[in-house]
Structure formats: structure tokens, C-alpha cells
């Protein structure tokens, strides 16, 4: 499997790497940066341009296919033992970081404060989603939840990411609250820790302190019948 640079570093921009595999417009690199729609959070996009002729490949899609990252690209050309430079469309990026992390706030307040199931959540870079599990469609303790996050901005906690033995992890099962799936046969796992506040398995790009989401505006809750809750927000800068 490619090395996945994002997971040490969410701020590398650019990078340069080897074409191992190259299937029509379906490129895989020995090591990427391109985080693949995953988890909720939606794709990078950005350029891949061929070191030997200069020709320049917009990457439109990126999606993890049998364990490997495979980018899409707009028109065939590439071809395997290509060596590339790859820049990452930072402002989609940062937008889809400051989201994630912000969904990992919020999460937190409902989860570790009121005790409530977060169940899914989708995010792009114009807007939030969670989903909860919540008997009592209550919107004015939806918007109290976002004061309540705006506030731990407000304190603007770091965020660290650390590895954490996975035998030793399993013993809080606090930390796979947002983790479905979470492949647990790894060794190390990989903690996303608001510090102070709530740590999470995880695998994503986050923003390494929370001023850096900017503030949280309340958008709109959908009721989706029998306790299942979907809330948007936004992020101002
Ligand atoms: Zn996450």
C-alpha cells in the first residue's frame, strides 16, 4: 500500500511521487497525499503534472478502491514509472479540515456532555452534516450545542494527532465513537485528540488548533423521523 503523507502531515500541499499504476484516467502513486472520499469527509482535488514532458492532469476524484488511493484524473496520459509532481487544492482542503475537525467538536459536546449517538456525518466544503440519535427534536438545544462549541473555540484547544497501541486503545471504547468500521487489525492507531477534550480514531486531515475552524453558524435540523436527527451548519471565517 502507498504511503499516505496526510496522515503525518494534514498542511503538505505538494509533493512529488511515482505513477505504480496508471489504468485510463485511474492513477496510483507509490505515496499520496490526495486524501480519498472516506469517512464522510468528501475527496481532494488538485494537479498532477508529468516531470518528463510538463503536461499537467487536473485530479477530479479520489477514492480508496481495495485498500489503495486511486486518483482520477481528466484525460489518459500518464503512464506507470511516471515521475509527477502532485499540488493539492488547498483551499478546497483547508475548508474540508476546518469541517472535519469542527464535526469532531461537535460531536464531542453531544456525545461526551449529553450522552447522545452520533450516527453519521457528511461533510463538504460548504457545509456540515451530523446525524444523532435524539428522542426529543429540540432545535433550540441543537443551537445551544453549536454556543457551546464556538465556545471551545473560543479557548482554541490544540489538536494533536499521536499513535496509540491498539490493545492499549480498545481498553476506551470512548475513542471509536465516531469510528465505524475503523479497521482494527492495525497495530498503531491513530488518535486525533482535541486536547483536553475528546480523542478519536481516526484517519483524516484536521487543523492543529480549533481558531482555525473559524465560528460555527447554525443552519438548519431536519427531522428524520423516529430519533434519527440531521443537523447542518456552516463555517464563518
Ligand atoms: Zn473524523
Redesign the pocket.
Known amino acids: 500500500m502507498a504511503d499516505c503523507l496526510y496522515t503525518e502531515n494534514s498542511y503538505l500541499k505538494e509533493f512529488d511521487a511515482k505513477v505504480t499504476s496508471a489504468k485510463g484516467k485511474y492513477i496510483i502513486l507509490d505515496k499520496t497525499s490526495f486524501y480519498p472520499n472516506s ?1 464522510g ?1 468528501e475527496w481532494d482535488t488538485g494537479k498532477i503534472s508529468n516531470r518528463k514532458d510538463g503536461k499537467v492532469y487536473n485530479v477530479i476524484y479520489v477514492g480508496k478502491f481495495e485498500g489503495d488511493i486511486s486518483h482520477e484524473i481528466d484525460k489518459e496520459g500518464l503512464n506507470a514509472g511516471d515521475e509527477v509532481h502532485c499540488v493539492i487544492d488547498w483551499e478546497r482542503r483547508y475548508k474540508l479540515m476546518r469541517y ?1 475537525t469542527a ?2 467538536l461537535i460531536s464531542g459536546i453531544f456525545n461526551r456532555k449529553y450522552n447522545l449517538l452520533i450516527t453519521g456525518n457528511q461533510l463538504t466544503p460548504d457545509k456540515g452534516r451530523i446525524d444523532l440519535n435524539m428522542e426529543k427534536f429540540d432545535i433550540d438545544f441543537i443551537k445551544k450545542i453549536i454556543d457551546e462549541a464556538n465556545e471551545f473555540i473560543n479557548k482554541d484547544l490544540s489538536v494533536d494527532i499521536y499513535y496509540k497501541d491498539i490493545e492499549e486503545a480498545k481498553k476506551d471504547p470512548s475513542l471509536f465513537k ?1 469510528a465505524v468500521g475503523f479497521p482494527h487489525e492495525v497495530k498503531n492507531l491513530r488518535i ?1 485528540d482535541i486536547r483536553g477534550f475528546d480523542a ?1 480514531a ?1 484517519g ?1 486531515c484536521h487543523v492543529k488548533s480549533l481558531k482555525e475552524i473559524g465560528k460555527i453558524t447554525f443552519l438548519e435540523a431536519i427531522n428524520k423521523g423516529k430519533n434519527n436527527r440531521r443537523i447542518y451548519f456552516i463555517l464563518e471565517d
Open positions: 469517512g469527509v472535519h464535526a469532531h465516531l486525533v478519536q481516526d483524516g
